[in-house]
């Protein structure tokens, strides 16, 4: 049933993103946990898979710490293609973050993947998927590791927002709080 709707769902993206790759959500639809990034990598798109390149290895520690397997969660993103730039170092195509509009216009989708999934608790990773689910006015700096509340489509839900993997990469000293806010999800929200 909910994969019914969820192969519905993605037929309608498909039909108005008809000239993009697009990688769609991945994993259990009755997972209790939802995971949400951003846009997907060159990996991702080659694999059809969120969170499978580098930003993906930091993801399976996280879902070590929390004791979870990949298929006990439903993972997503925001946009469901790569944003690209081209690099003025290299020539070559390079990710960049999605834009407002691009945002925009995956939002109603991502309400409704929501909505069919229904997990018990979302967890945005980095400022755009929290802004998507929340309020634009949401920095992630501040509201990391907060168990905050989202009414879409008429039921509220848990959202426990966390840093983007990719910045826990690249900025080491995010590290720590990263894994206090797992640790924390873990024995509080996840019981
Ligand atoms: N970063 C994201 O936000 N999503 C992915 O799928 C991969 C990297």
Do not use: C
Request: no cysteine.
């Amino acid at each position: 049933m909910k994969q019914k709707k969820l192969d519905d769902l993605n037929k309608r993206i498909r039909q108005q993103f008809n000239d993009k790759e697009l990688v769609f959500g991945d994993g259990s639809v009755n997972s209790l946990v939802m995971l949400i990034g951003e846009a997907p990598g060159a990996n991702e798109v080659k694999q059809k898979k969120p969170f499978v390149g580098q930003a993906g290895g930091q993801l399976k520690e996280f879902l070590s710490i929390l004791k979870l397997k990949r298929e006990d969660i439903y993972i997503t993103n925001v946009v469901k293609f790569r944003p690209t730039r081209i690099s003025k170092k290299t020539g070559k195509l390079i990710n960049r973050a999605p834009n407002k509009s691009e945002i925009n216009a995956f939002k109603e989708y991502l309400f409704e993947e929501i909505d069919i999934i229904k997990p018990k608790i979302i967890i945005p990773l980095g400022n755009v998927p929290l802004k998507a689910v929340i309020d634009s006015e949401l920095q992630i700096s501040k509201e990391h590791g907060k168990l905050l509340q989202a009414n879409i489509k008429g039921n509220i839900y848990k959202i426990y927002p966390l840093y983007h993997p990719a910045a826990v990469i690249y900025r080491r000293e995010l590290k720590k709080v990263y894994i206090e806010d797992l640790i924390k999800l873990k024995d509080t929200m996840l019981k």
